[in-house]
């Protein structure tokens, strides 16, 4: 049977990446994984940079961790890119590490192979880490070349790429994660043993959980599918419901679990949000929860189920036609 380190690597090796199982580091969570990095690369007031918009859970790490947090932004313009201007902007000397989320919760934007080999050269010139979050990377709406498939064999700069089975199969109640450690060879060794001394530490992953990761890769392929069918027919479905003469208009995404709607600004996101929950009975995110910079946009799940996806999405588009 293999080991959960030995799972791991197969799951890459299916990607068609070599991951030694030694460059493996299991956590409880991706969480955990972060507050990790954090503790390796970082002394109290360090600082290190995150994209914007963004999920808020940053901010709740980088606390916990004594850790500051620069922003760098991401530019939309039809698609979304990493702002490498905004990204050497936000670094100082006390700058530690970037982090990438591939592909971004909640715009859904790929990382794209001269995005990373930009943001791999600013680690080398500045002396940084690169920390990236794959564990939405299973859920892309269809194919794109330009894309990397991941940074787990990224051999450019000291990179810590994180992923779990919290997405992959589900399943967050089971408390696996890990990082995939890899970069020059030297630098990826220092931080391998420190790494093991600071898991050792704690002893957050329980044995029964590493002995079911096999076959909880196995079931997780089934329920990767599942997801993967019902984002993308609901994207599928918002995209047919937007007519030319809608007041709404969805943003360009490429995967994850999430659509970004941008309404008319004679309201705030946040009073859309309010109005459709009150009025018609539509929970959605107004864009301030992950930051973002237009006021007016709204983040929409898409995990409904089809049915109930489609008639909210008709409420809400037929609701900001008459109310905006």
């Known amino acids: 049977m293999l080991s959960a380190r030995e799972a791991v690597s197969s799951y890459y090796r299916d990607k068609g990446l070599e991951v030694s199982p030694a460059n493996i580091i299991l956590t409880a969570s991706t969480s955990e994984a972060y507050s990790m990095v954090f503790k390796l690369l970082c ?4 600082e290190v940079v995150v994209p914007v918009p963004s999920y808020p859970l940053f901010e709740f790490l980088a606390q916990l961790n004594d850790v500051v947090l620069r922003p760098y932004l991401l ?3 039809g698609e979304w890119h990493v702002d490498m201007t905004s990204v050497e902007q936000s670094l100082s000397a006390r700058t530690r590490a970037i982090v990438v989320v591939n592909p971004h919760n909640p715009t859904g934007m790929f990382l794209k192979k001269p995005e990373l080999i930009a943001l791999s050269a600013a680690c080398i010139q500045s002396g940084l880490a690169l920390v990236v979050d794959e564990v939405f990377a299973d859920y892309s709406f269809g194919d794109d070349g330009s894309r990397i498939v991941s940074t787990s064999n990224n051999s450019d700069v000291l990179t810590f790429t994180l992923n779990g089975i919290s997405k992959l199969a589900g399943l967050p109640q089971m408390k696996l994660g890990w990082m995939a450690v890899s970069g020059p060879a030297d630098q990826r060794g ?6 093991e001394i600071v898991a050792d530490a704690y002893l957050s992953v329980n044995t029964p959980v590493q002995v079911a990761l096999p076959k909880l890769f196995e079931i997780g392929a089934g329920i990767r599918r599942s997801v993967r069918d019902r984002t993308s027919a609901n994207m599928a479905t918002l995209q047919q419901l937007i007519s030319s003469d809608s007041k709404c208009s969805a943003l360009h995404s490429e995967g994850g679990w999430y659509a970004i ?5 004679t309201r705030t996101g946040e009073e859309w949000a309010l109005a459709l929950l009150r009025d018609v009975s539509v929970f959605v995110h107004p864009g301030y929860f992950f930051e973002f910079q237009q006021d007016n946009v709204l983040v929409l799940s898409l995990l409904t189920p089809a049915r109930e996806f489609e ?3 008709t409420a809400l588009l037929d609701y900001v036609q008459v109310h905006s």
């Open 190 to 195: 220092e931080a391998l043993s420190r790494l």
């Open 261 to 265: 709607l941008r309404a008319p600004q």
């Open 75 to 77: 530019r939309y313009d």
């Open 311 to 313: 008639d909210s999405m």
């Open 43 to 46: 002394e109290p007031g360090d």
